[in-house]
């Protein structure tokens, strides 16, 4: 076991960044908010965190922290700036700003290493594996408990139906901003973590590709709760180092099996799971229903029998 996971310790690691990158995604979208902002966090993260090492000679979490408190702070700017638009419209508006990082990535010069990128992003504490695992199911665990009790049923309100949600006495935009925010500290955090692993950016691992990634993440393994989302990050995430075998092949493959996951399974594939227990206990209680007809039934005759009222 100890060899499968040093031989393949980058996978592991990229498992947990890319959660992290597909959640700050996700936790928009279960609002009603389509939006991909998440992306650009995510790159704002990387270059903030190995800028803030590099060149002010932050520790590994003072940077993490400054960062995030950065893009959060940029995601609540953004939400003012885009709070008129929806749907398309507000996805379009978003997916600019992604684009805007990568064009500022190629021309920031020295400061951001222009096309070539940043090298040495070296911190102490050096971040393991079990930093990365403790950090990751914190944030988990925190949009677990977002998924249930009054403040799960309001965040369902809120998407489902925004003008009822509204005239109940729920600030649908304080949580549209929340949203952006949110999303800005935890792609902001998959960054840096990232970027702190591997000690290096450049403006080709972050933009538009990480908007298709998580996406793609979130359609395939379920986008209404994050236990879909570890899925879709599980399978992403190795499914490119286990389709080397069919070699030039590989993207064909690759797009072929997402293509069919999401005709097949358009709930995701923990949405799938989940309506099909859905069904099984509903099959098992009408099974039960009916087998207490007959007991019911020579219930009524003996009461018939003796005179008596049901």
Known sequence: MSSFYFSHIVLFQST????LLALSIQVQL???????????????GSYGAAIFVIRYGFSSFAAIAAIMVVCGLIGFLLALLVQRLNGLYLAMATVSFDLIITVVAHNGGAFTGASVGLFGALAYPQLTIGHIIAITVLVVALLALSERGRLGRRIDAVREDPELAS???????????????????????????NVLLRTTVAP???GFPLVVLGLTIIIVGGGRSWLGIVIGAVIFTWLPYYLEIVGQYQAIVYGIIVAIAAVYVPGGIYGTVLDLIRKSKAKR????????EPDDAVERLDLAETGEKP
């Open 16 to 19: 947990f960044t890319v959660l």
């Open 30 to 44: 279960r609002m009603g908010v389509f939006s991909f902002a998440g992306a650009g966090f995510y790159g704002l």
């Open 167 to 193: 005239s109940m006495g729920v600030n649908v935009a304080r949580y549209r901003i929340s949203s952006f925010v949110i999303s800005g500290f935890i792609g902001a955090l998959g960054g840096a973590v």
């Open 204 to 206: 080709e691992s972050i």
């Open 285 to 292: 209680l009408t099974g039960d229903a009916r087998l207490k």
